[in-house]
């Protein structure tokens, strides 16, 4: 392999996390500078936000959300009611978006620093721990690629799906039946009270209910050709808001800067008062 190469792969990997961890020596107790990184309450912002929406904050009070607002999730509520809609871009590159009378209670959002070496939408340039009860409602995932010792993992009346990247729909019935739709990328489902577990590949789906758990079995599926249209659009307004805003690494202080990311189309607009110039 090239020098420049090499140069650059190790770069990569210690940006990341994954070569301090692999030097330490298995019986060394050395203490891992990656894994040791403290994590603190993280943030999400407020992309989009239609219809009633309520919050509960840590201390059960209730929070009336703004559009562009920035918010801590660690331990606070949401629901939504009929016709109504949220969706929130989290600092560690999550979009998160949830379809009419959903709740959901996030047990745990914590992250650190983010690495200034590293920034974009693709990977996750931190180490962070989501966890979200999801007790009602339809909840849209959608992110590409969350570091190697981060986890997302959201919590089921059946079980725990765990997400390792893609676009997912979770949908929790009012008799605690579940669906998980697999649109792009991987998961894995841990059945309630066993050690069972099953993978969600792209394009399939599983379907669990508190009988199902009972007989430890999972009926799988595959992603329609032509799926509902409402969980059409909240998956792609999901995938849209991850990409609205880029956190940054902050050096005054804990909570990461954000960039607002606009779209392309905003180029393409006409110029309001359209103006030339004529050369004699």
């Known amino acids: 392999m090239p020098r420049y190469l090499a140069d650059h792969f190790t770069r990569c990997l210690c940006g990341f996390g994954i070569l301090s961890a692999l030097c330490l020596p298995l019986n060394s107790s050395a203490e891992n500078p990656i894994t040791s990184r403290a994590l603190l309450p993280a943030i999400a912002v407020v992309t989009s936000c239609s219809g009633t929406v309520k919050q509960l904050d840590e201390d059960g ?10 918010l801590p999730l660690n331990e606070t509520s949401f629901s939504t009611a009929s016709n109504s809609s949220l969706f929130l871009c989290l600092s560690n590159g999550i979009g998160l978006g949830l379809g009419e009378s959903t709740s959901i209670r996030i047990q745990r959002y914590e992250q650190s620093m983010i690495n200034p070496m590293h920034a974009g939408l693709n990977f996750e340039n931190s180490v962070s721990h989501l966890r979200i009860q999801t007790e009602a409602g339809k909840i849209a995932v959608a992110f590409n690629h969350l570091n190697p010792l981060s986890k997302a993992e959201f919590i089921l009346p059946v079980g725990t799906l765990i997400v390792h990247s893609g676009q997912f729909l979770l949908e929790v019935d009012p008799n605690s039946a579940c669906s998980v739709i697999a649109y792009k990328g ?27 758990v009972q007989r430890f079995a999972v009926d799988q599926s595959k992603l329609e050709t032509a799926p509902m249209q409402n969980d059409s659009l909240l998956i792609a307004a999901t995938e849209f808001t991850r990409k609205r805003i880029l956190f940054r690494h902050n050096p005054d202080g804990e909570q990461p800067l954000q960039q607002w990311i606009l779209p392309e189309r905003r180029l393409d607009q006409a110029i309001a008062r359209p103006f030339q110039f004529k050369l004699k």
Request: proline share 5%; charged share 40%.
């Open 61 to 70: 009070k209730k929070r009336k959300l703004r559009l562009r607002e920035t």
């Open 186 to 212: 991987t998961a894995t489902f841990y059945q309630k009270d066993s050690t069972e577990r099953e993978f969600v590949a792209p394009g399939k789906g599983i379907s669990i209910s508190p009988e199902s």
